[in-house]
Antibody, heavy 121, light 108 residues
């Protein structure tokens, strides 16, 4: 069974750094892309970027380029989303999702449960 | 970047009725790379439709997708109580992938 298990909720202060994780299991990790999706409180879904677990090829939405870093640790079957200086506007639930195939332009077939990040002074 | 505009923002219907949700793209969606997701409160999105009209595994046949180019539709033939949720379309053919703003399907 394919599963994506995300790290737990975080509460941080503005300016702090953060790295959240998404661990894949039940499939060959390096054969697929994992993407990250933001959902601000009460709002819709926003595609942030995607990484190929096989070679770390990464694509970002222009809206998020330079704001976050997406990475992967193949030895641990885990993808990461990180910030170097959080802002209050980063408060949101972040979902990871796996593509159906080894192409970046493939639909998200499996989703993690979401990680709530709260940034407040 | 392809902008997806969903309509209506909110749709109020009763169980047993038919729902028709629209998704219009600012430019043609490559190769019908259009998906629909359902999101219930407090849950992650769930894939319903991919490739504009193919149902994902385990999705009931009351859900159907259609369309091409810039106009796509999600139809729920006979609403069940569990169908009242928010629905998003997404294009994944042209970078960056983008989502529509969502349609909330609420009980009338």
């Amino acid at each position: 069974e394919v599963q994506l298990v995300q790290s737990g909720a975080e509460v941080k202060k503005p300016g702090q750094s953060l790295k959240i994780s998404c661990k894949g299991s039940g499939y060959i990790f390096f054969n697929y892309w994992i993407g990250w999706v933001r959902q601000m409180p009460g709002k819709g879904l926003e595609w942030m970027g995607i990484i190929y677990a096989g070679d770390s090829d990464t694509r970002y939405s222009p809206s998020f380029q330079g704001q976050v870093t997406i990475s992967v640790d193949r030895s641990n079957n885990t993808a990461y989303l990180q910030w170097s200086g959080l802002k209050a506007s980063d408060t949101a639930t972040y979902y990871c999702a796996r593509t159906y195939s080894s192409s970046w332009n493939s639909y998200f077939e499996y989703w993690g449960q979401g990680t709530l990040v709260t940034v407040s002074s | 970047e392809i902008v997806l505009t969903q309509s209506p923002d909110t749709l109020s219907l009763s169980p047993g009725e038919r729902a028709t949700l629209s998704c219009k793209a600012s430019q043609s969606v490559f190769s019908k790379y259009l998906a629909w997701f359902q999101q219930r409160p407090g849950q992650a999105p769930r894939l319903l439709i991919y490739g504009a009209f193919s149902r994902a595994t385990g999705i009931p046949d009351r859900f159907s997708g259609s369309g091409s180019g810039t106009d796509f539709t999600l139809t729920i033939s006979t609403l069940e109580p569990e169908d009242f949720a928010v629905y998003y379309c997404q294009q994944y053919g042209s970078p960056p992938a983008t989502f529509g703003q969502g349609t909330r399907l609420e009980i009338k």
